[in-house]
T-cell receptor
Framework: GAGVSQSPRYKVAKRGQDVALRCDPI?????LFWYQQALGQGPEFLTY????????KSGLPSDRFFAERPEGSVSTLKIQRTQQEDSAVYLC????????????FGPGTRLTVL | AQSVTQLGSHVSVSEGALVLLRCNYS??????LFWYVQYPNQGLQLLLK??????LVKGINGFEAEFKKSETSFHLTKPSAHMSDAAEYFC???????????FGTGTSLTVIP
């Protein structure tokens, strides 16, 4: 399969723990996006990469959230000192480039913070 | 700021009946508009998109949507519902100058046999 993959699919963390969520975009896709989808809500934009450059991180809710894409391919979203309000599905999407190219979404990682 | 409103968090239709899912956007400049479908435990899949080329947009699986600037709407329709259409549907908007997508809160479609 050549789609976007995310791991782990499910993550349970105790409050205060750090977590790292991985996204493998479609090979050759320049753009990569992270979204947070709370229960019963639509996805909300977190951050955007073009290759390895993080061009927009305006959606990150606090400085506990950090994303990187060091080689312009795989991306990791890290959440430090998790809080219960961080519980959500984290979606990753990639596209050939920015603009109106279709974003292909991964299945998401469901994070539950106890 | 861009915002997208989906009226009706749950819609039920009988198999074979018309599907109408409502989406309104707020913007002084018409954005680019999208409809996505999400099946359980799967990622979002693009149904169709409006990019100002034509106001009536046809998508996959028999869905279409019409952009109406006067109503700031982009409602999704399908003439005849199929059981396989049962899913969560999201309307999204993006401005011409940004990379952020603004999603609505979603509409869960149930198809009754």
């Amino acid at each position: 399969g050549a789609g976007v993959s995310q791991s782990p699919r499910y993550k349970v963390a105790k409050r205060g723990q750090d977590v790292a969520l991985r996204c493998d975009p479609i090979s050759g896709h320049v753009s990569l996006f992270w979204y947070q989808q709370a229960l019963g809500q639509g996805p909300e934009f977190l951050t955007y990469f073009q290759n390895e450059a993080q061009l927009d991180k305006s959606g990150l809710p606090s400085d506990r959230f950090f994303a990187e894409r060091p080689e312009g391919s795989v991306s990791t979203l890290k959440i430090q000192r998790t809080q219960q309000e961080d519980s959500a599905v984290y979606l990753c999407a990639s596209s050939l480039a920015g603009g109106l190219n279709e974003q292909f979404f991964g299945p998401g990682t469901r994070l539950t913070v106890l | 700021a861009q915002s997208v409103t989906q009226l009706g968090s749950h819609v039920s239709v009988s198999e074979g009946a018309l599907v109408l899912l409502r989406c309104n956007y707020s913007s002084s400049v018409p954005p680019y508009l999208f409809w996505y479908v999400q099946y359980p435990n799967q990622g979002l899949q693009l149904l169709l998109k409006y990019t100002s080329a034509a106001t009536l947009v046809k998508g996959i699986n028999g869905f279409e949507a019409e952009f109406k600037k006067s109503e700031t709407s982009f409602h999704l329709t399908k003439p005849s519902a199929h059981m396989s259409d049962a899913a969560e549907y999201f309307c999204a908007a993006r401005t011409s100058t940004g990379n952020q997508f603004y999603f609505g809160t979603g509409t869960s479609l149930t198809v009754i046999p």
